[in-house]
């Protein structure tokens, strides 16, 4: 497998970058300015779906969004869990992240950066929060998560591959539990479905 590391898009280039890649907002960033690409923040990833904010530069979307997924967000009934991204932020992803450019054959096995030696620290100097844990383990009284929360973006650990598509829409619709916890979103309004990996 090449390395391969696209232009960055004028929309990201502050954002910081781990190994020459862009380190999407919604990921956990670690003390020591790296990216856990596995984890998401859990706080970041409720507030990306909630107030409509783009998964990799954290800005409000625009009218148009682009939802990345596999077979199973494609059926009826099927929700995205990774939150919408900016046209030109999806572009970026379908070529930066080897498995939504198709370049894995199979979803990564073991633990992921945030459960090792790096995760051990918060971002937040002196919090003594003991590190990232996962978000159902650290859900506040007034039913917020803490910003030290990851969310489990392992679910496919070792599993073939799956191929991955771009749907464009122009508003979601919030997916959620009987019991009111948010699971992801429904595009609504789609203008257009396109496989952008095999």
Known sequence: MSDVRPPIPVRLIDRP???GLVAPWLNVALADGG???????GTRWRRAWTEGLCQVCGKPL???????????????GGYFDEPPLHPECAHYVTRACPMV??????????????EGKRGKACTTPGCGCGGYVPSEAV????GGAASIAATDRTGNEGRPAHP???????????????EGQLLGGV?????????VSR
């Open 17 to 19: 970058t781990t190994g």
């Open 35 to 41: 990216t856990d690409f596995r984890q998401a923040d």
């Open 62 to 76: 625009d009218p148009l969004m682009v939802f990345l997924g596999g077979p199973d967000q494609m059926t009826e």
């Open 101 to 114: 450019a198709g370049r894995m054959s199979h979803f990564r096995k073991g633990p992921s950066v945030t």
């Open 139 to 142: 859900l506040l009284p007034d």
């Open 164 to 178: 991955w598509f771009a749907v464009y829409a122009r508003t979601y619709q919030l997916a959620a539990t009987p």
């Open 187 to 195: 595009p609504r309004d789609i203008l257009r479905t396109r496989q």
